[in-house]
């Protein structure tokens, strides 16, 4: 950890001096990169809005404002600030499914389009997850082939719930399987299900506080309580925000893994160390502490959250103010892990 002592030494002595502003320099400069200049990072988790997306879902529950005014040029811009070669991008809440089945297959294929376009334009800056019709399950089937097969998607991405179900919902067991055969990526990104939107037990703090980490965890335990995790084991899952609550749950809901010996033969910690978590706003002590317990660094991911949930020069510094990691752990996290999952990120 020599670089960060230095890092921080000098910041130290430059504040001293009441140069506070060269010492806020100093620490973007490191946030940028110290062994490079060239940008390297990889941000998995990160947001795009296409317009038809954008004008079908103002003004409805979980969505944020800074979605709805999204531009490439915005995305580019922070991701040179932050030393982000490239990002990979998926859409956000309020997602796809407002309970109009045609709906939501036309506005998931208008999002793919302009995904695959956006990569088409920056091929070295952009990947795509590529956005579902789920619940719709022969709908899902038809858009995997064609994220695949025509726009050359780098990943399918789910949201945790769709309406009053969650992943691993064996109606959705047709799409795993499908998933399983292509060898996929799938990255999650939590939502608030319709039971535990309007909760009234802490008025004035919204889903997104409490509730999404919530429901990571419930998506989690649906995928390996079902079975699903050891059934489809080249599904290559990636669990937002450093799997929400799971990592601090996982001996406790790992208690009841007894009684799912045919759905989990090695029991849920051994499906659970599988997966991957990026650490898109939780890149704090707390949700890294427990993430650490339960995997290492080859299995967790540079994320930002872009635009509502963080910049990447912000994520970057955070990870290295926690002192927890080792310079290759943040490098295998920031870049090196990202593209042993999707190789065709190694050129950027």
Known sequence: M??????????TALASLGLAALADGCAAAFAQGTASAKPY???????LGPPVWVAEVKGRPLL???????TPAKSIEDM?????????????NPGLWFGDKAVTIRLARACNEYAAKLVEDHPNRFGFFAAMPLPEVDATLKEIAYAYDTLKADGIGFFTSYGETWLGNPAYRPVMEELNRRNAVVHVHPTAANCCRNLNYAPGVAPGSMEYGTDTTRAITGICFSGDASRFPNIRWIWSHAGGTMPFLAGRIDGASGNFKAQMPNGLISELKKFYYDVAGAANPGAIASLQKLVNADKIMFGTDFPPGGNSQEVARALRELRMFSESD???????????????LKST
């Open 41 to 47: 990072r990889i941000d998995i988790h990160h947001h």
């Open 330 to 344: 943040l490098r295998a996290i920031e870049r090196d892990n990202a593209v042993r999952l999707l190789p065709r």
């Open 2 to 11: 020599i670089d960060l002592d230095r890092r921080n030494f000098l910041s």
């Open 64 to 70: 944020q404002p800074a979605n709805t005014t999204w």
């Open 80 to 92: 040179d600030r932050g030393g982000v070669a490239a990002s990979v991008v998926s859409v956000t």
